[in-house]
Each structure stands twice: as structure tokens, then as C-alpha cells.
């Protein structure tokens, strides 16, 4: 695990939930922005950490700026189980 990755804030956290219920999308680019149903995240700041940090990452390959389905990477997962079910 990114050693970052242990001080996620709560917005952060939301958002991982969210990638992790399939209701998220990702730009294929260096710096991506993510969609939620079909709206953009009001905070690509975040977005752009959890992509940085290897937690969420494009389901599959696209065009540059592409919108592709986002997906929790092994680390992400890794990352939010224990969380979630302590909560």
C-alpha cells in the first residue's frame, strides 16, 4: 500500500466507496478526472490523489481524455475493506 494511502480524509474515502458501488467513470489521461453518474466529481483534487496513489484506475485501456469505467485497483480494495467493515 502506498504509504499515503494511510491518511485518507473522509471525502477521499467517499469517494472509493463510491468507485466501489460501479457508479464511476475516469478520463484516460495523466491526470484524470473522475464522473459520477454521469456528473464530474466535485472534487478532482481528491480524484486525482486516489489515481496517483495506485487506489482507483481505468477498468480497461481508452483514447487520451476517454471516460472509461473506474474500478478499485488491488491496492484500493485492499485499502478500503478493513474500513468499511469496522464502520
Do not use: Y
Not at 51 to 70: D, H, I, N, T
Amino acid at each position: 500500500m502506498p504509504p499515503d494511502a494511510a491518511e485518507l480524509n473522509h471525502r477521499e474515502l467517499a469517494l472509493l466507496k463510491a468507485v466501489a458501488s460501479g457508479r464511476a467513470e475516469i478520463t484516460c489521461s495523466s491526470e484524470p478526472d473522475l464522473f459520477f453518474d454521469g456528473l464530474a466529481c466535485c472534487d478532482q483534487s481528491c480524484a486525482r490523489r486516489l489515481a496517483g496513489l495506485g487506489l482507483v484506475a481505468p477498468a480497461r485501456q481508452g483514447s487520451p481524455c476517454e471516460r472509461v469505467p473506474a474500478v478499485l485497483t488491488p491496492a484500493g480494495r485492499a485499502w478500503l475493506i478493513p474500513r468499511t467493515a469496522a464502520a
